[in-house]
């Protein structure tokens, strides 16, 4: 077993340090599943032929909820269910789905004149980037998937998939504090993309099943999906009524927008949609030409739709001062509202023309005039 350091990049998005990891290089049949040996009492006793040549790890998984907040709020009210923030849910599951859809049902939809604006002026229900952090992306059903779509059960190969799957997006500095790999040509990252595969496949059942459950109520489900998450983006298109992707993310990258809206034509969407405008570093600074130099690349990427990134709250706020409350500490564009001078100057202009440009482009039928396929894999060089 040889063992190096990794050095995984400060992050300026994110303000994170750079942070050490060690690597560590397994002999390929050297591991073993212990799991039947540990006892009730989670103890284990096992034996080693150790010498001067060889050296053994041993490690321990142990599932459990780690509390996450999306809306983290430090009080310890609970007068209410809305109380003391909002806790994520496992995104691998229909289980997770399923929690969501039970907290609409039970404390908002639950007001039938609620239902019926929905029915009025909804279209879609809409689900944001994933920004979930954990130590490794998973749901108490993933060891089942792994072993029905893959053949073999994941135990073994746990040390091979606990770095880089966690949340890409979000923990860029912090994929992990060991990289296991494999003595031999691919290393084992053949085992990391079936430990995706049920990750996609998981996820997929979560996107399903709030697709569902939106139908029901006469809406289609928007969704970035698979956004940060260490999964392909293109397979999962499908399965949403209007898939979205972000300028962040994008760099504006007019090939970056085909490879998204090439699925989504394929898959037959009518609206390719993205969220427009959410630039770092340009808070208050991103004038309204530069903005439609940019929803000009998506439509010529094939989006054609925009959802502007975005409004903040436009009253007094506590312990502000002018211009008020600004989201994401200042840190993103752009807070379109009467305190922005383009907004009594040309900014209606220019939502009339994205919206006419929107119409025409949804009413047209897009034309591919080449496919190519893009699998993405550990083992891509």
């Not at 749901?139 to 994941?154: A, F, K, R, T, V």
């Not at 697709?211 to 809406?219: F, K, M, Y």
């Not at 962040?248 to 090939?255: E, G, M, S, T």
């Not at 600074?285 to 502007?308: C, H, R």
Request: hydrophobic letters at 35%; proline letters at 4%; aromatic letters at 12%.
């Amino acid at each position: 077993m040889n063992t190096s350091t990794v050095v995984n990049p400060a992050s300026s998005l994110f303000s994170t340090p750079a942070n050490n990891a060690t690597r560590l290089v397994l002999a390929a049949g050297s591991l073993v599943d212990h799991t039947d040996a540990v006892g009730v009492d989670g103890k284990v006793s096992l034996s080693f032929n150790v010498s001067e040549h060889s050296t053994y790890r041993l490690f321990a998984y142990y599932q459990y909820q780690d509390l996450v907040k999306n809306l983290d709020i430090q009080e310890s009210s609970t007068g209410s269910i809305f109380d003391n923030g909002s806790y994520t849910v496992d995104h691998f599951s229909a289980r997770g789905a399923q929690t969501t859809i039970d907290f609409w049902e039970n404390y908002i939809l639950n007001d039938t004149d609620i239902k019926s604006l929905l029915h009025e002026v909804g279209r879609y229900g809409w689900e944001d980037s994933i920004e979930i952090k954990s130590n490794i992306s998973w749901s108490p059903s993933l060891p089942d998937i792994c072993e029905q779509i893959n053949g073999y059960q994941l135990r073994k190969y746990l040390p091979l998939v606990m770095y880089g799957n966690n949340n890409p997006g979000v923990q860029p500095s912090y994929p992990g504090n060991l990289e296991c790999v494999l003595d031999r040509e691919d290393q084992g990252q053949g085992y990391v993309n079936d430990f995706r595969a049920a990750l996609e496949k998981g996820y997929q059942v979560y996107l399903d099943t709030l697709s569902a459950w939106l139908e029901g109520l006469g809406l289609g489900y928007s969704a970035q999906v698979s956004y940060n998450l260490p999964i392909n983006m293109e397979v999962n298109i499908n399965h949403v009524i209007a898939p979205e992707c972000e300028s962040l993310a994008f760099n504006n990258n007019i090939d970056g927008y085909r490879q998204f809206s090439g699925v989504a034509n394929l898959a037959q969407k009518n609206v390719i949609s993205n969220e427009m405008g959410a630039n770092l570093e340009k808070a208050f600074a991103l004038p309204v030409s530069e903005l439609l130099g940019q929803i000009n690349t998506a439509f010529a990427g094939g989006v054609n739709q925009i959802v502007l990134h975005g409004q903040s709250y436009t009253g007094d706020y506590h312990k502000t001062t002018w211009p008020g409350y600004t989201s994401f500490f200042i840190l993103f564009a752009e807070s379109y509202y009467n305190k922005q001078p383009a907004w009594g100057h040309g900014f209606s202009d220019a939502i009339d023309y994205i919206s006419r440009n929107q119409y025409i482009l949804q009413a047209g039928q897009p034309r591919t005039d080449i496919a190519l396929y893009n699998g993405v894999s550990m083992t891509d060089p």
